[in-house]
């Protein structure tokens, strides 16, 4: 079993965060002794990505290899490709995820478009003093499902809270739960079935693949050599048909409000007098 870990906290496997990985980690191992379990882990800070993504979108529309940092994140990439499983674990900053996980997610924008981890687990770790984990969880648990991964697990720690018996006790028992979804899903992972915002998403990134061709290729023959401008989902896997047809009916909304201009701007979804 080959378990990547994305540690995106500026403390390293030495602070809260990577504590809580390596119980986890401990705990993968004891499971099965017999089971060689390989770990790699990258943590973001050591990426060196600078202050932010230079947003230049050559990832997109050139490909990968030409972004400016694109030797600087391989080694995030090449983890991520061999795992049968990825760990991403971020403490909660300000009700979100690390200002270093969310430099390292933005270097990946392009997976948005070209997804790469179709059918790949993934296991969600956050810590924090007492709140913001579902924000965090959330939006790291979107983002990655963009690139193709589905989130089997999530747990957020209040690392304070890890003093007194009782919530640590509760902490044991979910990192104990999570050790036996993880240890299943890396062996044998089962894709789940597809939402209305999966299927969704699908034909969002089909949308903008196809009307970005004229600007760069590079999406396009991906979606081509894989047949997926054909198709209703990124694998073989069987589509729900109530799900696929309301997929679609959004699908011709948005294709509309950007064709024809009736989109609205985002006022928060409350109507205006
Ligand atoms: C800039 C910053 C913002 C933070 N924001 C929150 C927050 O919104 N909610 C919270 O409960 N803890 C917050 N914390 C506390 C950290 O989430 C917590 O100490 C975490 O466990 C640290 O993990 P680490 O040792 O891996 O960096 C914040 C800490 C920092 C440095």
Redo the contacts with the bound molecule.
């Keep these: 079993m080959r378990i990547g870990v994305i540690m995106g906290?500026?403390?390293?496997s030495?602070?809260?965060?990577?504590?809580?990985v390596t119980q986890l980690l401990e705990r993968v191992r004891a499971v099965d002794p017999s089971l060689t379990v390989e770990v790699d882990v990258v943590t973001t800070d050591d990426l060196d990505l600078g202050p932010s993504c230079p947003a230049c979108l050559s990832c997109m529309t050139a490909g990968e290899q030409s972004c400016p940092s694109f030797e600087r994140t391989s080694p995030a990439r090449a983890l991520m490709d061999a795992a049968d499983l990825v760990v991403f674990?971020?403490?909660?900053?300000?009700?979100?995820v690390?200002?270093t996980m969310k430099r390292f997610v933005d270097h990946f924008a392009y997976l948005i478009h070209r997804p790469a981890y179709v059918g790949k687990p993934a296991v969600l770790v956050?810590?924090?003093?007492?709140?913001?984990?579902d924000a965090a969880l959330g939006y790291l648990s979107s983002a990655v499902r963009r690139w193709g991964f589905h989130t089997v697990g999530q747990l957020g720690?209040?690392?304070?809270g890890l003093a007194k018996a009782p919530y640590r006790e509760k902490v044991d028992r979910a990192l104990d739960e999570l050790v036996r979804t993880l240890h299943a899903q890396a062996l044998d992972p089962v894709e789940p079935k597809q939402t209305v915002a999966d299927l969704i998403g699908f034909r969002v990134a089909r949308l903008l693949v196809e009307g970005g061709r004229s600007e760069g290729p590079v999406d396009a023959a991906y979606w081509d050599e894989r047949g997926w401008f054909d198709a209703d989902w990124f694998s073989d896997r069987p589509v729900p048909k109530l799900a696929n047809r309301i997929a679609a009916m959004v699908e011709k909304k948005i294709r509309a409000g950007i064709e024809e201009g009736s989109a609205k701007p985002w006022t928060g979804g409350r109507a205006r007098g």
């Design positions: 906290t500026g403390h390293g030495t602070g809260t965060t990577g504590a809580l674990a971020t403490p909660v900053h300000s009700f979100h690390s200002a956050s810590t924090a003093a007492g709140a913001g984990h720690v209040n690392g304070p």
